[in-house]
């Protein structure tokens, strides 16, 4: 199981940090990835990062200002998100890939979900 925390509400220019926290399953053995979606849209791409943390993927829409990174001993994966902009406003997963090493960023293609975690930036 997954479970992501630490969405809110913030003003542009703010920033939050994401957790996902793992449970039952070897989460060191699995790519984590984050998706995103806004309201009336599908679920987007914004990161994903290798098993042993060295190898990361950004969405072109957030690349700069987002970090997506990994702590295995403590089966947590984060993503820090720095100078939120109002189009950043959407539910955030979190979701690992148990079947491919490589950074997927289709969402049909990982396995496990976390229930999502509400980010509001408000103008």
């Known amino acids: 199981q997954l479970q992501a925390c630490g969405g809110g509400l913030v003003q542009a220019g703010g920033s939050l940090r994401l957790s996902c926290a793992a449970s039952?399953?070897?989460?060191?053995?699995?790519?984590m990835g984050w998706f995103r979606q806004a309201p009336g849209k599908e679920r987007e791409f914004v990161a994903a990062i290798h098993r042993r943390g060295v190898i990361t993927r950004y969405a072109d829409s957030v690349k700069g200002r987002f970090t997506i990174s990994r702590d295995n001993a403590k089966n947590t994966g984060y993503l820090q998100m720095n100078t939120l902009k109002p189009e950043d406003t959407a539910v955030y997963y979190c979701?690992?890939?148990?079947?491919?090493?490589?950074?997927?960023?289709?969402?049909?293609?990982?396995?496990?979900w976390g229930q999502g975690t509400l980010v509001t930036v408000s103008s």
């Open positions: 039952g399953r070897t989460f060191s053995n699995y790519v």
């Open positions: 979701a690992i890939d148990i079947n491919r090493a490589y950074l997927s960023g289709l969402d049909g293609e990982y396995d496990v």
